[in-house]
């Protein structure tokens, strides 16, 4: 019986990110002889670039203009902010939950099966790695978004304990089906998912 997790677990492996290439900068990656762009690279670097346009643009907004004029910045701005950085790097770049607030970043089909196989490799304990999935014609890079700033519960934590009342009342009015609530910190928030055209 232990074999046969095991092997699962190899399975599982043999389809996820090779560790050794995460550091390689995607210049570095293009000199490579085969293949000509390391994807496993690019997707690692462009996610850090995202992760740090979101984020800074976030807490500039929570400054600026408090927690619940901060949602109606993202409500304004997160797509926007995903399509010029999706120019710039000549790809797709997505934020996708299976608990969505905004419907856009609904997960398809594919998504969802990588979804769902995260929260069952967290739920087991074993540690999360990007995936690199070949479709027709993309690439597509997968990385998982934990929630790991206590200022994320300002906006998808606890109603009743971790959001204020006027923050609540700007989500409820703007994202009426929202989803995005009740987490804790350390919990799956969705994932980043980068598609290149091959
Ligand atoms: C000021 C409130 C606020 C804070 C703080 C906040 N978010 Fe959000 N978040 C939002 C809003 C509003 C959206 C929907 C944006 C849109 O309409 O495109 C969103 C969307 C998302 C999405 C896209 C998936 C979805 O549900 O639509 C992810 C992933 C996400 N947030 C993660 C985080 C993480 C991680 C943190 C902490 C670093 C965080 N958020 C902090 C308000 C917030």
Redesign the pocket.
């Known amino acids: 019986m232990r074999h046969l997790y095991m092997l699962g677990l190899l399975l599982c492996w043999a389809c996820s990110s090779n560790p050794q290439q995460t550091n390689q900068a995607p210049n570095q990656a293009e000199n490579n002889t085969s293949p000509a762009i390391n994807f496993q690279a690019a997707g690692d670097s462009i996610v850090n670039a995202a992760q740090k346009a979101?984020?800074g643009a976030?807490m500039k907004?929570?400054q600026e203009r408090g927690?619940?004029?901060?949602?109606?910045?993202?409500?304004?701005?997160?797509?926007p902010i995903?399509d010029s950085l999706s120019r710039h790097y000549g790809c797709t770049i997505q934020?996708?939950?299976d608990?969505?607030?905004?419907?856009?970043?609904?997960p398809q089909a594919t998504d969802s099966i990588v979804i769902a196989a995260y929260q069952a490799q967290k739920a087991a304990g074993t540690p999360l790695e990007t995936r690199l999935i070949e479709q027709d014609q993309q690439v597509v890079y997968y990385k998982p978004?934990?929630?790991?700033?206590p200022?994320?519960?300002?906006?998808?934590g606890n109603p009743q304990t971790d959001i204020d009342a006027s923050?609540l009342a700007?989500?409820r009015s703007?994202?009426p089906y929202?989803?995005?609530v009740g987490y804790k910190q350390g919990d799956l928030?969705?994932?980043?998912k980068i598609a290149f055209r091959k």
Do not use: E
Not at 99 to 106: E, K, L, T, W
Not at 189 to 192: A, E, K, L, S
């Open positions: 979101f984020v976030l907004a929570i927690t619940s004029g901060a949602v109606a910045f993202c409500n304004t701005h997160a797509l995903a934020r996708l939950s608990r969505y607030r905004n419907p856009a970043d609904r978004i934990i929630l790991g700033m200022t994320c519960l300002q906006c998808h923050t700007v989500i703007k994202y929202d989803l995005a928030r969705g994932v980043w």
